[in-house]
């Protein structure tokens, strides 16, 4: 089963609001890979859902670590709530490097969401969102590693995006994805 949800992001306030609505349908386990050319948001995004699961503040992107463990804190948003694993496989070439990772060990404690994961990282689960990101201009940059943007996303412009959600498995039948509308429809002044 795959359902496909196409929402318009206007700004980074816009893109925190739409995370927060999706941290509150999460649950340990969940798989989120995150696609996006350079300054996309996808950072953004990543630090926005932390927020809305209530774990330590400090997301940023993990483009030379390449996985981060944010914990869940006890006097959160969703104290008791899922930690959030935050990997970015820019670098990464194979499934096998994905592996190497060890990310089954967290899974069953943790939203992972995984930057640049698509096609290494869908073996990680049955069920996983793709989230892509698309700037209407397109990509910030014609370089074809972001070491020098490591951190771009924490200057995201202002300008609009498309965020595409394309729900696989069985873990998402049956949700409804009206909170996340709603979110949208929100605007910001």
Excluded: C
């Amino acid at each position: 089963m795959t359902a496909v949800l196409n929402l318009d992001i206007t700004d980074p306030q816009h893109t925190a609001r739409v995370a927060h609505a999706l941290a509150d349908l999460l649950v340990a386990g969940d798989l989120l890979i995150l696609t996006g050319e350079l300054g996309a948001g996808k950072t953004t995004f990543t630090r926005s859902l932390g927020e809305g699961l209530g774990v330590r503040e400090g997301v940023i992107s993990p483009t030379f670590v390449l996985s981060r463990v944010h914990p869940n804190l006890p006097d959160g948003k969703r104290p008791g709530g899922p930690d959030l694993v935050h990997v970015d496989a820019y670098r990464l070439t194979s499934p096998d490097e994905i592996d190497d990772l060890d990310l089954e060990y967290s899974q069953d404690t943790s939203v992972t969401v995984v930057e640049w994961g698509q096609g290494k990282v869908e073996h990680l689960s049955d069920s996983y969102l793709n989230l892509e990101l698309t700037r209407p201009t397109g990509d910030l940059t014609d370089v074809s590693s972001p070491d020098a943007f490591a951190d771009l996303d924490e200057e995201e412009p202002a300008e609009a995006r498309q965020l595409r959600i394309s729900a696989t498995g069985t873990r998402w039948e049956g949700v409804t994805w009206d909170v996340l509308v709603q979110a949208v429809k929100a605007t910001v002044h």
